[in-house]
């Protein structure tokens, strides 16, 4: 249930159109409410692609930690939660009005807090009295990202690819930099293979560190699927490692880690949360060895993603593409992603989409559903 007040949160404009990239303003911000990102010890996870699993699977390995990720699937509460357990309504709308009667009174605020702001502000309020210890997944680039208010204990960078270059520049080396300003002074700096460039390097110096060796913990049996997650899974045990958790822990936490729409199945069909060119030749290279057979793809993206280079890296592995777009004012329209490939078919909503692929699919071919989180996230629950 959301009331009044908190619907205020959801009419905010799009998160990353309204970035406006100070951090003074969430510093700001969180003055106003007694700093409270200063009450917990945290890590900062940064990257194009992984920081979500890579934040998950640490928060399996510590239970009683915080966590806070971006985006959500379906409701805002994904986001904030503590041992698996969601932020609930009440207390959502509890830290929301904390923060937005701060907002109003702060005097040294540049602008009005941006969506992103007041939902990293609500998340640090809502650790503040609750946890000692909380796991942060950066939202965008990470220089002036919200997040990076704080002064973490461990700082992540999972990997550099191009995306978003209309906030964080149109070059590796560029977005590099973008993600190398979570580093702090002191800290490890652990970094997955696609982050080992020279910025990332000589920012971090001599505390950079590298994925763990994954031959150590033969008691490994992950559940998340992927060759690529065991990059993010050898990052993480690395992370771990430095925060002095017990190998037990470690590998409980990766066996037993599961992260919704990301390779996540139900029955045929497959969810996955690829929207960039890189998280599609990860998916690509799950297809073509785990489906060498070819599947069906339901696909809809961003009007700012770099569409046609995805849908050509998945189209190997497409036996039919149905298009379609999720309910964001940012969507590409199918009709003009049927354009680019011949024989596919195109559905206005995602409901139909699904309706059609349901239909039409040969009996035991799988059904992958790709392209935007925003997609995933409306097609999960009509799949669960």
């Given at each position: 249930m959301i009331t009044a007040d908190l619907a205020y949160l959801y009419s905010v404009s799009n998160e990353y159109r309204s970035i406006r990239y100070d951090l003074?303003?969430?510093?700001?911000?969180?003055?106003?409410?007694?700093?409270?990102?200063?009450?917990?010890?945290?890590?900062?996870?940064?990257?194009?692609?992984?920081?979500?699993s890579v934040a998950k699977l640490l928060s399996s390995m510590m239970p009683e930690a915080g966590l806070y990720t971006s985006p959500h699937l379906v409701r805002l509460n994904e986001r904030i939660?503590?041992?698996?357990?969601?932020?609930?309504?009440?207390?959502?709308?509890e830290v929301f009005t904390a923060v937005k009667d701060a907002a109003s009174t702060a005097k040294e605020l540049l602008y009005t807090p941006t969506y992103f702001e007041l939902v990293t502000a609500m998340a640090f309020l809502y650790f503040r009295d609750r946890v000692k210890f909380v796991v942060l997944e950066v939202g965008l680039g990470g220089r002036l990202d919200a997040t990076n208010i704080v002064t973490q204990d461990v700082s992540v960078i999972t990997s550099i690819g191009l995306d978003h270059q209309q906030f964080l520049g149109t070059t590796i080396e560029a977005i590099a930099a973008e993600k190398a300003g979570i580093i702090k002074s002191t800290e490890p700096v652990i970094i997955g293979p696609s982050a080992d460039l020279p910025v990332i390097r000589e920012r971090a110096g001599n505390r950079l560190m590298r994925g763990a060796d994954l031959r150590r913990y033969p008691e490994l049996r992950p559940q998340l699927l992927g060759r690529h997650q065991l990059e993010n899974i050898a990052v993480a045990i690395r992370a771990a490692e430095c925060l002095g958790i017990?190998?037990?822990?470690?590998?409980?936490?990766?066996?037993?880690?599961?992260?919704?729409?990301?390779?996540?199945?139900?029955?045929?069909?497959?969810?996955?949360?690829?929207?960039?060119?890189?998280?599609?030749?990860?998916?690509?290279?799950?297809?073509?060895?785990?489906?060498p057979e070819g599947v069906w793809v339901i696909f809809g993206a961003m009007a700012d993603k770099q569409f046609e280079e995805m849908i050509g890296i998945l189209r190997p592995h497409a036996r039919q593409f149905i298009f379609t777009r999720p309910k964001s004012s940012r969507a590409k329209h199918p009709a003009e992603l049927q354009r680019l490939v011949e024989g596919s078919h195109a559905e206005e909503t995602v409901a139909g989409a699904i309706r059609y692929a349901r239909v039409n699919a040969p009996e035991g071919v799988t059904i992958l559903i790709c392209g935007s989180l925003y997609l995933v996230g409306e097609a999960r629950p009509m799949l669960e």
């Open positions: 003074r303003n969430m510093q700001a911000l969180a003055a106003a409410l007694g700093d409270p990102q200063r009450a917990f010890r945290s890590i900062l996870i940064a990257g194009t692609n992984g920081k979500g939660s503590i041992g698996g357990r969601e932020i609930s309504d009440d207390e959502l709308n017990s190998e037990e822990n470690i590998v409980l936490g990766v066996n037993t880690t599961t992260w919704p729409g990301r390779l996540e199945r139900f029955g045929r069909f497959l969810l996955d949360g690829a929207h960039n060119v890189a998280a599609a030749g990860a998916l690509a290279a799950f297809l073509g060895e785990f489906h």
